[in-house]
């Protein structure tokens, strides 16, 4: 009986210990899905999508919320989040308000009564000034969120277009021919990379595709070989370029991003600040009191 019970027991410990394991894994890959989502928001921090924030959005994306709730990020977002997560790439939410171009805020200085409201409401830091002073938006850090223009009394802030911001993505070069995968232009590459397969990889889903790009010199001896004519330089070119633009956006939004968790963390300081502070007027009673009291 005592080896049976020890054989059941030894058994449960281990399935216990097999959910565990189970358990954590599947965490790890939901934290390890949820950043994935998230580094391809655009970090506006705006709520449009109808949550505090691009963190809690992508959280709730990758427990089956929809992916087309993001008006900055746009059809490009929704695009790739579609790939990321083999979903369909449906267009942008009916009730939501499409934001073709990106914007940043801007104070009319003259109308401007210096009431702070605007940079208690603004997500990144991205508003400056003191009471009754002036307040000057950094164009450089907005993010166009538009959270700053509601609770404006005097609504001297206004949103100008920023089209110079825009992700402009270069589009492949036309060909008449297709790719058929011959081979004769991986042996002429100098820097023994695979062309065709860089071709095909436009889009740059391919990991191994985007590591070769870098180390392309574009010498054209591809071009040369190649039976179809294929204008293969240009699209290494076009895809190079369009990494630099993707590159300079994610910049932005990490640089976005980091500026917002850094107020959360400043916020939440100054909220066990204040709930540490001694009430006041109990204070000053209790000072009133131990000073009335005659000393010994």
């Keep these: 009986m005592i080896p049976y019970l020890a054989t059941l027991g030894g058994c449960a410990m281990l399935t216990l210990f097999i959910v565990y394991l189970a358990r954590a894994r599947f965490s790890e890959r939901s934290n390890e899905v949820e950043l994935r989502i998230e580094q ?35 059809e490009a977002v929704i695009e790739a989040l579609a790939t990321l997560l083999n979903r369909p790439a449906p267009p942008l939410a009916d009730d939501l308000k499409p934001v073709p171009v990106p914007l940043v805020a801007r104070v009319v200085e003259e109308d401007c009564i210096g009431c702070t409201l605007c940079i208690k409401a603004c997500p990144v830091d991205a508003i400056i000034g003191s009471q009754n002073q002036m307040h000057t938006v950094i164009e450089a850090l907005c993010t166009g969120c538009e959270l700053c223009l509601p609770p404006c009394p005097v609504d001297c802030i206004e949103l100008l277009e920023k089209p ?33 397969r860089l071709f095909l990889a436009f889009d740059m889903q391919d990991k191994t595709a985007q590591a070769q790009l870098s180390s392309c010199v574009e010498c054209t001896l591809c071009d040369q070989v190649c039976p179809s004519h294929l204008p293969l330089t240009q699209t290494f070119k076009a895809m190079k370029a369009n990494v630099a633009a993707r590159d300079i956006q994610a910049a932005a939004a990490l640089q976005a991003e980091a500026r917002h968790l850094q107020r959360q963390r400043r916020m939440q300081q100054a909220e066990v600040q204040l709930v540490r502070r001694p009430d006041r007027q109990a204070a000053k009673a209790l000072i009133d009191s131990l000073a009335k009291e005659p000393s010994s």
């Design 164 to 196: 110079e911001v825009a992700l402009r993505l270069v589009p492949k070069p036309e060909s008449n021919q297709p790719c058929i995968m011959c081979g004769a232009c991986v042996p002429a590459c100098p820097k023994h990379l695979d062309p065709q």
């Design 40 to 74: 391809l928001l655009p970090q506006t921090q705006c709520a449009q999508c109808g949550y505090p924030g691009c963190k809690p959005y992508a959280q709730a994306i990758a427990k089956g919320e929809a992916i087309n709730r993001c008006p900055p990020g746009g």
